[in-house]
């Protein structure tokens, strides 16, 4: 009680302010578990056929296309830009590999290195967006919007209105096996997720994506180089759009350009579930993970329950709103655009 | 003297121009544009092919072939039909109007220009060629028989045949070739009371879609004996679903539209059916039709209803058609008598 005389009313009101604080930002960072545990626990109640093992077989298949563009998108999204280039450019790498190992379209049999062509144009073009971006100092969503169109129409030339059909073994191969148990592309999905967290846990790049998402001014004032790390950015974006459209290349094993269609919302729908905020600096991929395996449970569960594919993708509108109202700062001194 | 020399040279200079003119104009090939969605869709390049196929028939510089994609968009559409009519009268045109809507504006630019034109599979209802004079036709495929066809030919397929239980993947809801696919099942349905379907659902005409949804009915039902699916390019993804899992060919998979891939799959045994809305025939005799109002060869107001609004006839690929068919569509492209217009009307559109 002694104690008490000393301490200053003020301190004592920045101490239970700082506590409040750090409670809120640990339910914050929470909540998106939470969110999962939730609709697990829900739709393992109420989706007939959901909690079996061959279930979570197929939720791991459908969560690699998704878990692998979200990685990319993290980054970008922490820096505070966007990256939209995803159809475009996941089609036109998916496309790529059909044509590059055995197909009905040409004699070409690249085997396994396919992938890693595809993979690298995916990294070149996201090269070519970043570079536009911040030399140009042209908005991100602009250019990678422009980026997947102009990709979009390469794509359809490359196979000319006939796609092709992927007759590799090695596509089979690849998407009937498993390793414990865990499907081939999810292991890859997985790989590119261990890759993504190394490099914002344990780079440099990985904590000036932060520092330039929280405050850029103070970022390059400490002497960060943020166009270069803004570029690198874009390059891991595309790295992982192209990892993504060969997945998507390999389940389907068909080079049609809607290979990248309606990839690029869910990823961001994760990112935002999972707790990365769109005004950049807060987040990572930890909760992007989450953001993944939230959305992938709610659409496989929603099948499962016979609900109505629009309804199923009206829903995703409305969890990225709630998920978004839930994750903004609206103290009094924001300003909202 | 001189008058009579420069009287001749004017003479002769405005004979030249006249015959440069009309020999220009007699050069000049007439334009047959297709209008259609998109240069990706295999569909809708057959159907190009067919109406190159017309061309071919046609004296060398007689005709030529442009192709203008709208790319999904309706006013690229409308645009590009107004810019061609305005610039070129020497044209014909024919089009898959992105959406029905679209066809009006198409027809009253027609109309104003002079510019004879068919339409295929879309037009909304109670707008109709008949209170057109440069609309030619418009043809369509009977979706309701292609949906009955395909359930038919698949239920026979089950072990016992008529006997089973089938998922339903439908292409884009409120589609109108959507809409009548599925009836033509339920008018299947009716006829085969011991077909049970286990879920119906959506996969908006596409691959992924239709590769994830089957993907997770897989985790839900095991004792699946077909899916009907509404579209080739979401039957690809069901036969992808199935590969994975080592049940392709067992479970009997429906589609339409004849794609390329699809067609071998029939023939590999892993789907049951294909219905091939036969592009080369459409577009080969719309070009035709189209060409012969514009030569006068045909006067379209004096034809009859059953000839401005026809079917056309597609073909059934199953593992029995399936060798005439690659015999007398792949390895032997089907040449068509263009001279016998009447040849590709399967019977006249319910008004």
């Known amino acids: ?337 | 003297m001189k008058k009579i020399k420069s009287w001749s040279l004017i003479f002769a200079l405005v004979t030249m121009a006249v015959c440069g003119a009309a020999m220009a104009f007699a050069a000049e090939p007439v334009t047959i544009a297709v209008s259609i969605r998109s240069m990706s869709s295999e569909y809708h390049m057959q159907y190009v092919a067919g109406a190159q196929a017309f061309v071919d028939t046609l004296p060398e510089g007689a005709a030529k072939v442009q192709i203008l994609p709208c790319e999904a968009d309706d006013n690229k559409q409308i645009n590009d039909i107004k810019t061609l009519v305005a610039s070129n009268s020497n044209v014909v045109i024919l089009v898959d109007p992105n959406n029905a809507p679209n066809v009006t504006s198409i027809a009253e630019a027609c109309e104003e220009a002079g510019v004879y034109w068919v339409s295929f599979w879309n037009t909304p209802e109670g707008i109709t060629p008949l209170s057109y004079k440069y609309w030619v036709h418009h043809q369509t495929l009977d979706g309701e028989a292609q949906g009955y066809d395909i359930a038919v030919s698949l239920f026979k397929s089950f072990k016992t045949p008529g006997k089973g239980k089938i998922l339903v993947m439908e292409g884009m809801m409120a589609n109108t070739a959507n809409e009548e696919r599925v009836k033509g099942l339920k008018r299947a349905l009716a006829e085969y009371p011991d077909i049970e379907i286990l879920d119906d659902q959506s996969a908006n005409w596409d691959t992924n879609e239709g590769l994830a949804l089957m993907e997770t009915w897989l985790a839900k039902y095991d004792d699946i004996d077909g899916v009907w699916s509404a579209s080739d390019g979401m039957s690809l993804g069901v036969v992808q679903a199935l590969k994975a899992v080592g049940l392709e060919g067992k479970v009997g998979v429906t589609g339409v539209d004849g794609f390329k891939d699809a067609i071998d799959a029939v023939g590999a045994g892993t789907m049951t059916n294909s219905y091939v809305n036969n592009g080369w025939l459409q577009g080969g005799y719309a070009a035709a039709w189209a060409y012969a109002a514009y030569t006068g060869k045909i006067k379209v107001d004096e034809l009859d209803a059953g000839h401005r609004m026809f079917f056309t006839e597609g073909y059934l690929v199953t593992k029995d058609t399936y060798p005439d068919y690659i015999k007398n569509f792949v390895d032997n492209p089907p040449v068509y008598d263009y001279s016998n217009l009447d040849f590709c009307i399967k019977g006249p559109m319910p008004q």
């Not at chain 1, 993944?292 to 995703?316: C, H, K, P, W």
């Open chain 1, 1 to 337: 009680m002694e104690k008490k005389q000393y301490t200053s009313p003020i301190a004592e009101e920045f101490a239970y302010e700082m506590r409040r604080q750090t409670r809120k930002a640990k339910i914050i960072n929470y909540a998106p578990v939470g969110v999962l545990a939730f609709f697990f626990a829900l739709l393992s109640a109420i989706a007939p056929g959901f909690l079996s093992l061959y279930n979570f077989r197929t939720i791991l298949n459908q969560l690699s296309v998704p878990l692998v563009m979200t990685m990319g998108l993290t980054f970008v999204i922490l820096l505070g830009c966007t990256d939209l280039s995803g159809e475009g450019l996941g089609g036109f790498c998916g496309c790529l590999v059909t044509l590059l190992v055995i197909n009905t379209k040409n004699a070409n049999d690249f085997g396994a290195p396919a992938f890693l062509i595809a993979i690298c144009c995916g990294l070149a073009v996201g090269l070519f967006s970043g570079f536009i971006h911040v030399k140009g100092k042209i908005p991100s969503f602009m250019v990678t919007y422009a980026i997947s169109s102009i990709m979009s129409g390469f794509a359809v030339m490359s196979y000319r209105g006939q796609p092709a059909m992927a007759k590799d073994p090695l596509l089979t191969k690849i998407t009937s096996g498993s390793v414990l148990g865990i499907p081939y592309l999810t292991v890859a999905s997985l790989l590119v997720f261990v890759a993504a967290f190394f490099l914002q846990n344990y780079t440099r790049f990985g904590a000036y994506v932060m520092a330039i998402g929280d405050n850029e001014a103070v970022a390059r004032n400490t002497g960060v180089n943020v166009d270069r790390i803004k570029m690198k950015v874009f390059i891991w974006a595309g790295f992982c759009i192209g990892v993504s459209g060969v997945i998507s290349a390999i389940r389907v094993a068909r080079g049609d350009v809607g290979l990248g269609k309606d990839t690029v919302f869910p990823a961001i729908t994760a990112v935002v579930v999972g707790g990365t905020t769109l005004t950049g600096g807060k987040g990572g991929v930890v909760n992007s993970l989450v953001g993944a395996l939230i959305v992938t449970i709610i659409n496989n569960g929603l099948i499962l329950m016979g609900v109505n594919m629009y309804i199923r993708s009206a829903l995703q509108g409305v969890i990225i709103i709630i998920a978004v109202a839930l994750s903004v700062n609206r103290g009094k001194k924001v300003i909202v655009k």
